[in-house]
T-cell receptor, first 116, second 118 residues
Framework: AQKITQTQPGMFVQEKEAVTLDCTYD???????LFWYKQPSSGEMIFLIY??????QNATEGRYSLNFQKARKSANLVISASQLGDSAMYFC?????????????FGKGMKLTVNP | GAVVSQHPSWVICKSGTSVKIECRSL??????MFWYRQFPKQSLMLMAT?????????EQGVEKDKFLINHASLTLSTLTVTSAHPEDSSFYIC??????????????FGPGTRLTVL
């Protein structure tokens, strides 16, 4: 079974609108971390936001927020006030903390296009 | 902060030659570095994990004699693709993390290296 599922292959949004990128995960480990990365066409992976499994509040970083629904095992990324520069691939990733592993498992990613 | 560099950003080589890619953490000491491979329009595939001063741990299916990893210091890891063949052509990207940053062991990525083997 896939550990990270991103079902939306691509999304289009108008500039200045908010958009939600879906991510569901699967783990039996009670301690884990969830990450979102952005990959523009240049190829670099840019860290956006992190949510720990024990965090009580949803993580926020500027225009990015993570809608963490632990019971549903979902960690959707919300981008408010989209900008043209937000057009990129977005990857959700999970780190399971068992054994002290730092390995990340990535979803397949989804392509966001922001239209002017 | 948390800047990771990679060199070269792209390389073209002949089949049978070896290529070395460097990954450096510029403003922090990386206790762990990771090497990934990414094919076009696909996700990142972890190749190996390396800790400073110890042997790298390779993922299943990754040939350790083919992809040599050296983590010589807390700021530098190198990946050498030995006897490269056209099927090794790919985008190679490294990341670095540090428990000392007191954050969440977030992996910070380099800009990647595009390897083309002719």
């Amino acid at each position: 079974a896939q550990k990270i599922t991103q079902t939306q292959p691509g999304m289009f949004v108008q500039e200045k609108e908010a958009v939600t990128l879906d991510c569901t995960y699967d783990t039996s480990d009670p301690s884990y971390g969830l990450f979102w990365y952005k990959q523009p066409s240049s190829g670099e992976m840019i860290f956006l936001i992190y949510q720990g499994s024990y965090d009580q509040q949803n993580a926020t970083e500027g225009r990015y927020s993570l809608n963490f629904q632990k019971a549903r095992k979902s960690a959707n990324l919300v981008i408010s006030a989209s900008q043209l520069g937000d057009s990129a691939m977005y990857f959700c990733a999970m780190r399971e903390d068992k054994g002290g592993s730092e390995k990340l498992v990535f979803g397949k990613g989804m392509k966001l296009t922001v239209n002017p | 902060g948390a800047v990771v560099s990679q060199h070269p950003s792209w390389v073209i080589c002949k089949s049978g030659t070896s290529v070395k890619i460097e990954c450096r953490s510029l403003d922090f000491q990386a206790t762990t570095m990771f090497w990934y491979r990414q094919f076009p329009k696909q996700s990142l595939m972890l190749m190996a994990t390396s800790n400073e001063g110890s042997k790298a741990t390779y993922e299943q299916g990754v040939e350790k004699d083919k992809f040599l990893i050296n983590h010589a210091s807390l700021t530098l890891s190198t990946l050498t693709v030995t006897s490269a063949h056209p099927e090794d052509s790919s985008f190679y990207i490294c990341s670095a993390s540090s428990r000392d940053r007191g954050l969440t062991d977030t992996q910070y990525f380099g800009p990647g290296t595009r390897l083309t083997v002719l």
